[in-house]
């Protein structure tokens, strides 16, 4: 069985005879990026504790999408507070999800 997985940097193929998953910098991946992608999918780029920044709980960032994280955050630092609430109450999670990502 092989995993298909798409990170920033383009699609990798890890097959059931490789070792585990491997973050960019070549360390043994303990998270898995929670970037959202729409439509339910995620990053998924594999990153190791080194790199991935947890910035909710159980939620980490790709170093790639760090960076997008905060920049999704200094735009919603202006958003009307009410609406932005609303808007996460109608979600599953309290995971941003980004248009355009
Ligand atoms: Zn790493
Ligand atoms: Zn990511």
Same mark, same amino acid.
């Given at each position: $069985? ?34 959202? $992608? ?11 504790? &080194? ?9 980490? $960032? ?14 919603? &630092? ?24």
């Amino acid at each position: $069985m092989c995993l298909r997985i798409e990170t920033p940097a383009g699609v990798a193929i890890v097959c059931g005879t490789r070792r585990i998953p491997v973050c960019r910098c070549g360390r043994p991946a303990d998270y898995q990026c929670d970037w959202k $992608m729409g439509e339910g999918k995620t990053c998924d780029a594999y990153i190791c504790a &080194n790199h991935a920044k947890e910035v909710a709980t159980n939620k980490h $960032m790709c170093p790639f999408h760090q960076h997008a994280y905060e920049h999704w955050k200094k735009r919603h &630092n202006v958003v009307d507070l009410g609406k932005y609430r609303a808007r996460l109450l109608g979600q599953a999670s309290l995971f941003p999800s980004l248009p355009g990502c």
